[in-house]
């Protein structure tokens, strides 16, 4: 636990964050990272989804399991002064509508993108892949063609409240391999609600626990961006 603390301030130093700013944007009361420090050295059981949602503030990866190697930092290139990284672009498509096969993971090409932007957005830069979004199920808000960065590093939907509301992930039927982009809501518990931006057309589905309904999470959709047409 003293190196979860340790990483916790050393990222509060570089983000010049304080320990109450980043506790109330995490979890909503300034104490918690006071709380953590507190209890160091100590074995008191620490809230697990408290220290995931410091983690996501301050943009640390929160990784539970096995030891893994870790990626190389993506190197950067700077173009008039400003730093940029490469994401790959998958030849791979979320469909926003009944599903969509995807038996490859092919690399199209890929795109530069600054990287104090995608700082700003959390995004563990090892863990971002971009995606094409089809069909219309999730429109008005991600269009038939849109491109769509997910994180794959975040592996858990949070629970929903007033405070946290739904958000849009990719997701994968291990059945089939069909992968979709869909709102996401865990109003409590293993409760995962699947729903379209279309409700009508496509009504909501509601998972007791992704395991048991042979569903895995693929990324969260950190960002979009489509062009009128």
Same mark, same amino acid.
């Given at each position: 636990?003293?190196?979860?603390?340790?990483?916790?301030?050393?990222?509060?130093?570089?983000?010049?964050?304080? %320990? $109450? @700013?980043?506790?109330?944007?995490?979890?909503?009361?300034?104490?918690?990272?006071?709380? !953590? =420090?507190? &209890? +160091?050295?100590?074995?008191?059981?620490?809230?697990?989804?408290?220290?995931?949602?410091?983690?996501?503030?301050?943009?640390?990866?929160?990784?539970?399991?096995?030891?893994?190697?870790?990626?190389?930092?993506?190197?950067?290139?700077?173009?008039?002064?400003?730093?940029?990284?490469?994401?790959?672009?998958?030849?791979?498509? %979320? $469909? @926003?509508?009944?599903?969509?096969?995807?038996?490859?993971?092919?690399?199209?090409?890929? !795109? =530069?993108? &600054? +990287?104090?932007?995608?700082?700003?957005?959390?995004?563990?830069?090892?863990?971002?892949?971009?995606?094409?979004?089809?069909?219309?199920?999730?429109?008005?808000?991600?269009?038939?063609?849109?491109?769509?960065?997910?994180?794959?590093?975040?592996?858990?939907?949070?629970?929903?409240?007033?405070?946290?509301?739904?958000?849009?992930?990719?997701?994968?039927?291990?059945?089939?391999?069909?992968?979709?982009?869909?709102?996401?809501?865990?109003?409590?518990?293993?409760?995962?609600?699947?729903?379209?931006?279309?409700?009508?057309?496509?009504?909501?589905?509601?998972?007791?626990?992704?395991?048991?309904?042979?569903?895995?999470?693929?990324?969260?959709?950190?960002?979009?961006?489509?062009?009128?047409?």
């Amino acid at each position: 636990m003293d190196d979860i603390l340790k990483a916790i301030e050393d990222a509060l130093k570089e983000k010049g964050m304080s %320990a $109450s @700013a980043a506790s109330k944007a995490a979890v909503g009361h300034p104490a918690a990272i006071k709380n !953590l =420090m507190s &209890r +160091r050295g100590s074995e008191r059981i620490h809230p697990i989804e408290g220290l995931e949602q410091i983690a996501k503030v301050l943009g640390l990866e929160f990784y539970v399991g096995p030891p893994r190697i870790t990626a190389k930092a993506i190197p950067a290139t700077e173009i008039d002064g400003d730093e940029f990284v490469t994401i790959p672009l998958y030849a791979a498509t %979320a $469909s @926003a509508g009944p599903g969509s096969r995807n038996d490859t993971e092919e690399v199209e090409r890929h !795109l =530069m993108f &600054r +990287r104090d932007w995608m700082r700003g957005l959390n995004v563990s830069l090892d863990h971002a892949r971009l995606l094409r979004a089809r069909g219309d199920s999730m429109h008005p808000v991600i269009h038939d063609g849109d491109l769509i960065m997910i994180d794959t590093s975040r592996n858990q939907v949070p629970l929903t409240s007033e405070r946290r509301r739904r958000s849009i992930w990719v997701i994968r039927d291990d059945r089939d391999g069909d992968i979709r982009v869909k709102w996401l809501d865990r109003p409590e518990g293993s409760t995962i609600i699947v729903s379209s931006q279309d409700a009508d057309t496509h009504p909501p589905k509601v998972l007791r626990a992704m395991d048991g309904n042979h569903h895995s999470l693929v990324g969260q959709v950190v960002w979009w961006g489509h062009s009128e047409r």
